[in-house]
């Protein structure tokens, strides 16, 4: 079989029971409705029943279907072992259950194979989803998500879906980072992604809840807790450094309503700070000093801060860069609060103050501006940022004949 445009990897323990039937289904609908060629990739992991035997008779039957077989249990790590060796364009994965309705997987897959997004998850939480299951699984997975958006600011809607694909290229940068085996393996590598500026795509699918699955949800939710506390504490220390695979250099894929909300946060302190040392400096010294030392002391920690827990930065690579980038931001703030305190003349020690507060907030807006456009990434996307959408079928005609002249040559 020639090289796959799509390895689907089914990972699998202790399946014995639905695996057969579930991959013929599969393999009945890449043979009819699937336009690309597809592999079928049998993970066992770890099974102690006839998983085994039934997914190498499997392979051995139908053409699409490989098997590999795994001494040690996890998703995660059979995922990471398959998709880490994989030659196919695209790397996808589903739960053996099926539970995702199998016409949404070359929505899944298509804008991959394009070029126009990098990772693509199917999501049961957004507009146009159909599902059924009991509410005590959509307790846990809407609130399980909110977590994940409010403490890693994660923008994608449904981390826990079995039903995800990436492109090989992507993957290969990636997985290297990723150390989960178990089920946050998911979400792990997808705030990886974010966070090296991937564009991810979101599919609303029919799903129907599997009334004999046999994850434990206590145990996978403490587990998903514990993935949430190593990743934030790895990026907090600068243990975990992710690459830029697109966007701006330097800048993380945080949206930009999470930015002005820290943003604002560090700036409050900021100015709380700022306000105490000016009124202690004023005892001392003339107003235009006071204010040239108490915005000076402010000035470091505040691009420090900013640098770190608004755009995601962290080590030392160009930091020296960001401080001077973000002095002379300072400095335009500076202009403009002295320039304030300049045409206030003598005035009242309130005036003075409240004179210095609102050029403090137009100066602020400039920053943020400054900031998220200039000091820690530009305003402009690379030209290779984000290919234009072309046709899928297209895509991938060209991209088999590119790969024939280089077997020709």
Known sequence: MRVPHVDIVVPVRN????????????????????????????????????????????????????????????????????????EAEVLAYMDVDLSTDLNALLPLVAPLLSGHSDLAIGTRL???????????????????NLLLRTLMGARFSDAQCGFKAIR????????????????????????????????????????????????DIIATALADLRGMARL?????????????LRGPGGRTARGLPLQIARF????????????????????????????????????????????????????????????????IAFGLGLALTSGSLAVLGHAGRLTEICVLLAANLVATVIRFLLYRYWVFGRAERPPDAWPPGRHVVAAVHRNEMATQGERTN
């Open 15 to 86: 399946e014995e029971r639905d695996l057969a039937l579930s991959v013929r289904r599969l393999v009945a609908y890449l043979r009819e409705s699937f336009p690309f060629r597809a592999q079928i990739t049998i993970a066992d992991n770890g099974s102690t029943d006839a998983t085994w035997v039934i997914a190498d008779r499997l392979a051995r039957e139908l053409p699409e279907v490989r098997a590999v077989h795994m001494e040690l249990p996890g998703r995660g790590r059979a995922l990471r072992a398959i998709w880490s060796q994989s």
């Open 126 to 144: 957004a507009r146009g989803s159909r599902v059924i299951r009991g509410p005590k699984r959509e307790l846990i997975s809407r609130g399980y």
């Open 168 to 215: 090989r290229d992507q993957a290969r940068a990636l997985l290297p980072l990723t150390r989960d085996t178990g089920w946050f393996f998911d979400t792990e590598l997808l705030v990886l992604a974010e966070r090296a500026g991937l564009r991810i795509h979101e599919v609303p699918v029919d799903w129907i809840d599997d009334l004999d699955s046999r994850v």
């Open 232 to 244: 934030g504490a790895g990026f907090a220390r600068g243990s975990i450094q992710v690459p830029q």
């Open 264 to 327: 604002t946060v560090i700036g409050v302190a900021s100015t709380i700070a700022y306000v105490a040392l000016f009124l202690l400096f004023r005892l001392m010294m003339p107003a235009q000093a006071a204010n040239v030392i108490s915005l000076l002391l402010t000035a470091v920690a505040n691009i420090a801060a900013n640098r770190r827990l608004t755009f995601g930065i962290s080590g030392r690579s160009n930091a020296a860069r960001h401080q001077v980038k973000g002095m």
